[in-house]
């Protein structure tokens, strides 16, 4: 897992918590790739998917929900690709910048 140490200047995603918009959902704003994720937990099936395909983001809660790591390690891609096999469309990608929603497509 990649880290900042001593106070180099390294270019590694850093999250914060964000505003959460439903008392069932967790957002985070990524600041690395700039994206807001938000996971439905009302959704979640509790299948682990995402854990799997992006498993630098999502783990597994001790009610088997899906939550977002505290430190978030993939890629904008491998984000996005756990997004679209989340079978429920329970994860939502929005482009932080932007506000456009990347995942799911209109
Ligand atoms: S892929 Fe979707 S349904 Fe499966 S654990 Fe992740 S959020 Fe829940």
Redesign the pocket.
């Known amino acids: 897992m990649a880290s900042v140490s001593g106070g180099d200047a390294v270019d590694v995603p850093r999250f914060s918590r964000h505003d959460v918009t439903t008392c069932n959902a967790e957002t985070r704003l990524m600041a690395g790739p700039k994206l807001k994720i938000e996971?439905d937990r009302d959704?979640?099936?509790?299948?682990?998917?995402?854990?799997v395909d992006a498993p630098g983001t999502?783990e597994?809660d001790d009610e088997d929900?899906?939550i977002l790591k505290s430190e978030i390690t993939d890629d904008r891609e491998t984000i996005l690709e756990?997004a679209r096999?989340?079978?429920?469309e329970?994860?939502k990608v929005i482009d932080a910048e932007t506000g456009e929603t990347l995942f799911p497509e209109d």
């Open positions: 996971i959704e979640c099936i509790a299948d682990g998917a995402c854990a999502f597994m929900i899906a756990a096999n989340c079978p429920t329970a994860i």
